[in-house]
């Protein structure tokens, strides 16, 4: 009998998100190894430990403190370290501090011999995802990153409450920046098959001020959540989880993810939130969905100011 696959994660950065990320795919049993990596080694032996006191009530796992060497036959590395965003910074203001990171980082995990697939969940996610694809010279299709997918959990989650319906069978995107320049894909949306429009105009009680009030929470929910607790990470760890398993169990499933454009939606050369179908190997296609005019210039915004960053970014890192 032919020996099953392993499915085999290794997390780098062991804060917040990534412990929440392992935590996600332990109690969902994704994947069967999970190694940890992190420059706070004792916080590593110490979430192993934890970890493991969790399996007799999942599924068994082989969960160890790893080493990049062990990256090598690996099939997806998850990169949660980074500088975290603080109170009243954009994620925007991260770029400088963790290109730096990143570039020892994705360095290190390339030399190990890794040939599977990175995950990128640190902000600003769009552009480190860029990043790590520069500095690991892997294809485009294998570099991926968490992208607008929290973003689009929470929209769906505030249509679902708006609607008094399973946020589940409610199907609604967020796309362009994880961050300030965001948009809402209203055109696309829907409650059932139903297209939202159609859902206001036996709802009066729905109105457009209403819904755009919802676009305004859900882009602006991560402040909040900062503002009261420090950081956010249990829904970016769902979602961080939810694309492993995409991946590793070879779904096909469409999710909106950081991917590269190669001229879809009029844009080139840059990594941003966008629907994808994700496979084992990794990203198979990008579901170019028609847009309105509005929608269109609010991707070209988004798209034009993370370029700007992006090559001021570089060049600084260049001059260093």
């Known amino acids: 009998m032919a020996k099953d696959k392993t499915h085999k994660i290794i997390l780098i950065g062991d804060g917040a998100v990534g412990s929440s990320f392992a935590f996600s795919t332990v109690l969902q049993g994704i994947g069967h190894e999970l190694g940890i990596i992190d420059i706070n080694k004792k916080r590593v032996i110490g979430d192993v430990e934890d970890l493991k006191d969790a399996l007799v009530y999942s599924s ?46 994705v360095d290190q995990v390339v030399a190990s011999g890794f040939d599977g697939i990175f995950l990128v969940a640190t902000n600003p996610v769009d552009i480190l995802t860029y990043a790590t694809w520069k500095f690991s010279g892997f294809p485009s299709s294998r570099v991926i990153g968490s992208g607008t997918a ?50 206001v105009k036996v709802h009066p009680e729905i109105n457009e001020e209403r819904l755009t009030e919802i676009y305004y929470d859900v882009r602006d929910k991560a402040y909040r959540i900062i503002e009261n607790k420090g950081a956010t990470f249990y829904g970016i760890a769902a979602s961080l989880a939810r694309i492993v398993k995409a991946i590793l ?26 629907p994808a179908v994700l496979t084992s190997e990794g990203v198979r296609s990008v579901i170019e969905l028609p847009l309105s005019d509005h929608e269109q210039n609010l991707m070209d915004k988004s798209a034009g100011q993370m370029k700007e960053v992006i090559d001021s970014a570089f060049a600084e890192l260049e001059n260093k």
């Open 60 to 105: 068994p796992k082989k969960i160890f403190a790893a080493e990049y060497s062990d990256c090598k036959d690996a099939d997806i590395v998850v990169l949660c370290a980074g500088m975290a965003q603080k109170e009243g910074e954009t994620r925007l203001d991260l770029v400088s501090k963790n290109l730096v990171i990143f570039k020892d980082m």
């Open 150 to 199: 929290l973003d689009s959990a929470r929209f769906r989650q505030e249509i679902g409450a708006l609607t008094n319906v399973d946020s589940r069978s409610v199907h609604a995107l967020i796309m362009g920046e994880h961050g300030d320049s965001e948009f809402a894909v209203w055109s696309h949306a829907n409650i059932g098959g139903l297209p939202m429009e159609d859902w």
């Open 249 to 274: 169990n070879n779904e096909g499933a469409i999710l909106p993810i950081s991917v590269y454009l190669d001229g879809e939606y009029n844009q080139e050369d840059i990594y941003i939130g966008a």
